[in-house]
């Protein structure tokens, strides 16, 4: 089965220690995408990454950060530095290039920070 | 990427056609539009997507105005699962970001 994956589900953290999410795909895309959902909210994108080795800002990147190193998988690091880290994390892929292919989403996971 | 606008909120009886609407008069020439949905708690999942035509899949029919300012996404006989917040997206040809608004949350009644 192709698709896109997200562990765990659940995570729970202790406030001030980092925490990486996971985010592997087979889809065979070139493009990933984070994005963070606060409660009652839409998604808004935290960093992308279009090619191995290569990755963008996008509209809340700071406190977090990612790496590329296989075209497989794009982990999401929520650093001690995000002040408000408690939300849902979304992963996304699709191809790059043409605007009339749809993106796949992983089911999510859903960081708590006590 | 073009801003879209949504109503926030809407209802429709079980069974019936549930018509949600999207602004995009900022769209331009190379730009998709694109309808995803989000069930509670889980991840958005892909709906419809087109550019000039009416598109029409199992899922639903999408309908863009002529001058492609507006759409409407039409689920034809809507069941109580396809409760969800649903999100119109338009899409850069370049395809480097998707950029989701605040989406239309659709209650289906029984």
């Known amino acids: 089965d192709g698709g896109i994956t997200q562990s765990p589900k659940y995570l729970f953290r202790k406030e001030g220690q980092n925490v990486t999410l996971s985010c592997e795909q087979n889809?065979?895309?070139?493009?990933m995408y984070w994005y963070r959902q606060d409660p009652g909210q839409g998604l808004r994108l935290i960093y992308y990454?279009?090619?191995?080795?290569?990755?963008q800002k996008g509209d809340i990147a700071e406190g977090y950060s990612v790496s590329r190193e296989k075209k497989e998988s794009f982990p999401l690091t929520v650093t001690s530095a995000q002040k408000n880290p408690t939300a849902f994390y979304l992963c996304a892929s699709s191809i790059v290039g043409a605007a009339n292919t749809e993106a796949f989403f992983g089911q999510g996971t859903r960081l708590t920070v006590v | 990427d073009a801003k879209t606008t949504q109503p926030p909120s809407m209802d429709c009886a079980e069974g019936r056609a549930a018509n949600l609407p999207c602004n995009h008069s900022t769209i331009s020439g190379n730009e998709y539009v694109y309808w995803y949905r989000q069930i509670h708690s889980q991840g958005p999942q892909y709906i419809i997507h087109?550019?000039?035509n009416n598109e029409t899949n199992e899922m639903a029919s999408l309908i863009i105005t002529e001058d492609r300012k507006s759409s409407t996404l039409i689920l034809p006989h809507a069941t109580l699962r396809d409760t969800a917040v649903y999100y119109c997206?338009?899409?850069?040809?370049?395809?480097?970001?998707?950029?989701f608004g605040s989406g239309t949350q659709l209650t289906v009644l029984p």
């Open positions: 087109g550019l000039k």
């Open positions: 889809l065979n895309h070139d493009a």
């Open positions: 990454s279009q090619i191995v080795n290569d990755f």
């Open positions: 997206i338009v899409r850069l040809r370049s395809a480097r970001q998707l950029t």
